[in-house]
């Protein structure tokens, strides 16, 4: 009889540890198998002024249909780094007036945009009202200013 519960309760150890244990079995996920089919520069064309800078984004579309931002994997470089220079997190930062290809590589995979350095490229950074507060009585007038500030 000790011999039986023995012999079951060996054969019981054996059993569990075969199954790993019982815990999580059955849960492995398999590797993705999905590969980088295209990539994608945005913005896809812009302008900036000279001593400006411009972040761009590369986004890696795979062929399970997902999509990965590959902005700080992938290799970038600029037609003419006398115009603009990339960093390799994607910032460009022109030098001067021309225009540009900025490209995003990945194995032999690439993807583009252009980059226009002009004076047209200055950015509206802020703008300011005056008189900043007014009061005035019915039925008469005041004329307001608006400001425009711009990065060049």
């Known amino acids: 009889m000790k011999t039986t519960r023995l012999v079951l309760t060996l054969f019981s150890l054996a059993f ?4 790993g244990g019982g815990s999580n079995s059955g849960s492995v996920t398999p590797p993705s198998t999905a590969t980088l ?11 900036i002024a ?17 999509s990965k931002d590959l902005t700080s994997s992938v290799q ?13 997190t994607g910032i460009a930062t022109a030098v001067a007036f021309g225009v540009v290809t900025v490209t995003a590589q990945s194995g032999s995979l690439n993807a583009t945009a252009t980059l226009n350095v002009s ?4 950015n509206l950074t802020a703008i300011s ?6 009061s005035i009585p019915i039925h008469t007038t005041q004329q307001f200013t608006a400001t425009g500030s711009y990065s060049d």
Do not use: E, K, M
């Not at 569990?16 to 199954?19: I, Q, R, S, T, V």
């Not at 089919?37 to 302008?47: D, I």
């Not at 970038?76 to 390799?88: I, M, Q, Y």
């Not at 009202?129 to 007014?134: D, E, K, V």
């Open 129 to 134: 009202i005056s008189p900043a507060g007014a």
């Open 16 to 19: 569990l540890a075969g199954c």
């Open 76 to 88: 970038w470089s600029s037609s003419d780094s006398n115009v603009a220079s990339v960093s390799g």
């Open 37 to 47: 089919s295209s990539l994608q520069v945005t913005p896809a064309s812009t302008s």
């Open 119 to 122: 004076s047209a490229g200055a």
């Open 50 to 66: 000279p001593g400006a800078g411009q972040q761009f984004t590369a986004t890696g579309h795979y062929s399970d249909g997902t």
